[in-house]
């Protein structure tokens, strides 16, 4: 079997523009934006996709930037070959294929089972909203944001498969982006459903299944202030 490790793998647009809308159309069908909030974090989960196939497939930036260095570590490493952009499988001198390396096997582990979960939590949330009732069963029996869990995670399995200096940057900020989107749900949520979701919120992790149960003063005094006059 002829050896591919050495063989570039880059300006290959067409698998950027398929893979990016794979993702990003997935993303779509599952939370069918329809505010600017929605349109935010669908936008900046697309943004990510973007970034990490176009150094995936087009132009490999970060091995540009960090060629010097990794050619004096590790001499003779053909820098622009596909295998060295699993940058773990590089840094770690692994052997072999670094698609059956553990880390790599662990990527797909957390991507597909974020697209899974995303897809599971989108069904509830739909036909929750569609009765104007609360989604508190499938993943939201066990934490209240499901949907924004399962994008970090699809995005966490990424950077294991395939780390870049534009989506180890954007990764920290995009968790806080649906931290603070979630908490405008919550109000959201208060706001039409008062006491049962105060009771919902107390019972159940907003993150974690093993977090912290609430929020439980933060969602009271919001509760408070919206029945001030």
């Known amino acids: ?51 990490l196939f176009t150094e995936m497939y087009g132009f490999p930036l970060t091995l540009y930037l960090l060629s010097g260095w990794l050619q004096t570590r590790f001499p003779g490493l053909n820098i622009f070959a596909h295998d060295t952009g699993h940058l773990w499988w590089t840094l770690l001198g692994s052997k072999g294929d670094p698609h059956w390396n553990p880390i790599h096997l662990l990527s797909n582990v957390l991507v597909l089972g974020g697209v899974f979960y995303l897809g599971s939590a989108w069904e509830v949330l739909y036909k929750a909203q569609r009765s104007h009732t609360l989604a508190i069963s499938g993943p939201y029996a066990t934490i209240r944001h ?15 498969e395939w780390p870049t200096l534009i989506t180890l940057i954007m990764f920290p ?51 408070e202030s919206h029945h001030d006059p």
Not at 29 to 42: E, I, L, Q, V, Y
Not at 198 to 212: I, S, V
């Open 1 to 51: 079997m002829r050896d591919m490790s050495n063989v570039p793998s880059y300006g290959l647009w067409f698998l950027v523009i398929i893979n990016s809308l794979i993702f990003i159309i997935f993303a779509f069908s599952f939370t069918k934006p329809r505010n600017s909030r929605d349109w935010r974090s669908f936008g900046a989960f697309s943004a990510f996709i973007v970034a």
């Open 146 to 160: 499901p949907q924004y869990v399962g994008f970090i995670t699809i995005m966490f399995g990424f950077l294991l």
């Open 173 to 223: 900020i995009l968790v806080t982006m649906y931290i603070r989107l979630a908490h405008q749900e919550e109000q959201d949520a208060l706001a039409e459903f008062g006491e049962a979701y105060t009771r919902y919120a107390e019972t159940t992790p907003a993150f974690l299944p093993w977090g912290h149960r609430s929020t439980q003063k933060k969602i009271s005094h919001a509760q």
